[in-house]
Each structure stands twice: as C-alpha cells, then as structure tokens.
C-alpha cells in the first residue's frame, strides 16, 4: 500500500513549536494565557519527537475562534483534524471548553483546548499536575506552578483494596473460560483484554512498588514496566496476549491465571496482607465446568 502524502517535510523542533505558540499569543489581545500540558512537562518521561503538543489557550471569547477556524493553519499544514467537542458519536470528556486533535504534514501532533479565561481557577483544580505556563500576558496566574506526575505514582494498596483486585480477577476468570466454552471468541477476549489482564498488572505494579518504592509512574498503560521485570517475567506477560484462536487463548488464559497467583502471593507477603485463596473454588468450577 503506498500513501502518498506529497512531499516530506521536516519535523520542527520543540523550540519552533513553541515559540510559534506563544508568538500567537501576543499578537492577539484575547488569547491571556497558554498553558502546556502533558510528558512534554515532565522531566521524568525521556524526551523524543514523536511527543504530543498539548496546550490550553486561555481565552476572552472562545467563539470568536470557533466560529472561524482559519486561524489553525498558521499552526503548519493540516493533514487531519478532530474536534471532540463537535462529535456526537464520542460525547467529549471535557464539559467545559473546546479543543482541536490536529495532525501536521510534517509529523507534529498538537492538541488546543480553548478554555474562557473565567474558567482559570477551575482548570488548576482539575489538573493533573503537568502543566507549565508559558504566556502569562497579565499575570493572572498567581500560584506557583511546577509541572508534577505524582497523580501518575504507584500507589501502595489498602488490604481491602488487594482483596478487591483478587476478587474481581478471580470472578472475571469464569467468563474467559465460559467464552471459550461456547466457542465465542471475541466475549471471550473482551473481558480478556479490558479487565482479567489490568487486574493482574494492577497486581504486578503493587509487586514493584513493595520493591521499589511507590514514588515514581509506570507511564501510561504501564508502558515502562519491563523496566522493573526481568526479561523473563517480561516475556512471560507478553505471552498472555497470545491469542490467536481458541487453543492459544485458553493457553495464555491459564498463563495469566498463574502469574496473578504469583504475584498476587508476593504481594500478600510484602504487604503483610492475609491471602484470600479464591482461586482454589473457581478453578474447580472453571474445570468441573468447562473442561471436561
């Protein structure tokens, strides 16, 4: 497949994006503050080009730039635009505010928000704590802002809150089996993928934070958790998502099964935590019931 998107174009620094934004800013009386949001703040996350933009312009008017869009493009060429705010199929997350998803032509991912300025204070309150101001045209930030990703920071579970995860794994479990009982696949794989296996990588990052301290983020989806693993106990959870076909499944079903008792177990140790031995009664009725 060959898509021609003409000829390419180098992908401007952090430095041209940036300037290029706050240039917008002060040529333009109702744009008051622009805030960048986002791993672009924190200096915790390796930085590399393929990082999103994503900013909030705080703003007197916010369809003023709404009601006429021409003003995007002095941002680079647009390949592809969303408007989340103007979707009906996708109701947005934000209830206030209107935001642009743009891509370049030269490889840039920028995201604007427009938020009304009255609108300032509830912003920080609902801040995830990345955020660094970089136009303040009338100083009307008045706390000190310091981007900070200790929302994004393991946290170390309250003994009702383990026995939560084991539950709710070890009750999930019986649906994986029974889907693939039935020879229906894709019920069997959907509480698979979107709730047996977070549960057991929400217990294999408790099992890093009693190793390694609670202070610090396993990035998004726990994207850098083969940091804190051996190659072996990497590849071992990269082989649950081995799903290709009935038999497959059930092989990386029972995978994950074992290495949540795994975990689960070290994670009762560490925390000092009583052991509640769910899997001994649901793995006699996923057997009586659907293996035999």
Known sequence: MNLDFGSEKTMRTEKEILNL?????????????????GSRTNENIKKDKFQDYDFAFFVSDIEYFTHEESWLSLFGELLFIQKPEDMELFPPDLDYGY?????????????????????????????????????????????EIVPDDSNYWL???TEREFYDCCNEFWSVSTYVAKGVFRREI????????????????????????????????????????????????FNMLLATFEMNGYRKTYQSFKLCCELFKYYSNKVSCLGNYNYPNYEKNIENFIRNNYEN
């Open 155 to 157: 946290k170390k579970p």
């Open 99 to 143: 935001s642009y998803i743009m891509y370049f032509k030269d490889g840039i991912k920028m995201d604007i928000t427009l938020i009304n300025l009255k609108d300032l204070n509830r912003y920080f309150s609902d801040s995830d704590g990345l955020v660094k101001i970089l136009v303040d045209k009338d100083n009307l930030v008045t706390q």
């Open 21 to 37: 934004v706050s240039e917008f800013a002060y040529q333009r009386s109702n744009v008051k503050i622009i805030a960048l949001e």
């Open 186 to 233: 894709l019920f069997a794989l959907d509480h698979f993928n979107n709730i047996l296996r977070p549960e057991l990588l929400r217990m294999i990052s408790w099992y890093i934070g009693f190793n390694r301290g609670f202070d610090f983020s396993l990035g998004k989806n726990y994207k850098f958790i083969n940091k804190y693993l051996t190659d072996k106990e």
